[in-house]
């Protein structure tokens, strides 16, 4: 077996982000119910502890001072905001998360989000994680349709700013004292799916040349990150109260994605609809792979020794040194959360972290 690498993000046994919300919080920050910030303060503290408690090298602040995965941060970034949601729906839920549209020139005009990460890196003795969306969701749901073509005639300009923005944002975390940072991005594994692809094209867009948009979008965005800074990738295909958007294996988008520039991919693979562990073929020597192994959708156990053969068949294409597991998305990534219980979430991530322990001791 192979000998953990404990100090540098990605850890053996490692989470996406968000953790189910404590009743109420949600409510209480939503309306502004008595001291609210107190509530969610007092909230991360504990998931922090809990957190800590279990074994997790890496600590997030479960995502509970926002609402939403992307949003929060997207909408306070200069030319964008929330609009209903016109594309492809989840399924088996009429509520659809907003998406964002750029209506001016894009901008990271002031600190968003740095508080929220401060708060967390003061609350923890371990690595602190955070999550942001990436650069990617600013175009992907409403494509060149939701892109003002006043502010944008030409995309080129759109996406150099797009860059911009996301290096002044990772230079803002840096500075507060970030070492790991995780940029949240569905659209790859979204473009593995033809209907999605249909969309895009309906949009405006060739989604031939997505991919590599996308993936040289990203490469500007982390290529001035200090050296002590671990910048990963997580991708999926959907999660919003246990439902899902998109389907298929990642091989169209492979190549590209694996050449964004990051340091770690963390990919679900915990069904069908994600197809083989072939693609990773393609992954550039020395870099991670976080296999989403265990599902943060249902409520049902993972046994050991399916996660156990499951890594075994991912290590043909990639060195066992270099993969780690996780589940294979957020338990929350919008307030609603999915539909498991706090117990099932635990017991998950327990699961997690018992695995990485036997496989690479």
Not at 291 to 318: M, N, Y
Request: aromatic share 10%; hydrophobic share 35%.
């Amino acid at each position: 077996m192979v000998a953990s690498n404990a100090m540098k993000p990605p850890f053996r046994a490692d989470h996406v982000g968000s953790l189910l919300r404590p009743p109420g919080l949600s409510e209480a920050r939503k309306k502004k119910i008595g001291d609210w910030k107190e509530l969610q303060n007092r909230s991360i503290r504990e998931v922090i502890k809990r957190q800590e408690a279990i074994g997790l090298q890496a600590v997030t602040d479960g995502e509970f001072s926002r609402e939403w995965w992307h949003l929060d941060f997207l909408s306070q970034l200069e030319g964008v905001v929330a609009r209903e949601n016109p594309g492809p729906k989840f399924g088996g839920t009429e509520e659809q998360p907003p998406i964002p549209n750029v209506t001016g020139k894009l901008r990271y005009a002031r600190p968003v989000m740095v508080e929220d990460f401060s708060f967390l890196k003061k609350s923890t003795g371990k690595t602190a994680k955070f999550t942001i969306p990436s650069p990617s969701m600013l175009h992907l749901r409403a494509g060149r349709a939701g892109i003002s073509r006043e502010a944008y005639p030409d995309l080129k300009e759109f996406w150099a700013d797009a860059a911009a923005a996301y290096r002044a944002a990772i230079a803002a975390f840096a500075a507060a004292g970030c070492t790991y940072l995780q940029l949240d991005d569905v659209a790859f594994a979204y473009l593995c799916d033809p209907k999605i692809r249909e969309n895009c094209r309906r949009n405006g867009d060739d989604p031939d040349q997505l991919p590599r948009t996308y993936a040289d979008t990203i490469t500007r965005a982390v290529r001035d990150r200090p050296a002590g800074m671990t910048i990963a990738m997580h991708t999926c295909r959907g999660n919003f109260k246990s439902a899902w958007v998109a389907e298929g294996g990642y091989e169209p988008v492979a190549e590209a994605m694996f050449s964004s520039g990051v340091d770690a991919f963390f990919m679900e693979f915990d069904t069908g609809r994600a197809g083989g562990f072939e693609p990773l073929r393609y992954v550039p020597k020395g870099k991670k792979v976080v296999l989403g192994l265990v599902s943060s959708k249902t409520p049902e156990l993972e046994s050991k020794d399916f996660l156990k053969e499951r890594i075994e068949q991912a290590a043909k294409h990639v060195p066992l040194e270099n993969l780690c597991l996780s589940p294979q998305c957020g338990f929350s990534s919008t307030h609603h959360g999915n539909n498991l219980t706090m117990d099932e979430q635990w017991r998950k991530l327990e699961r997690v972290i018992e695995v990485a322990q036997e496989v690479w001791r």
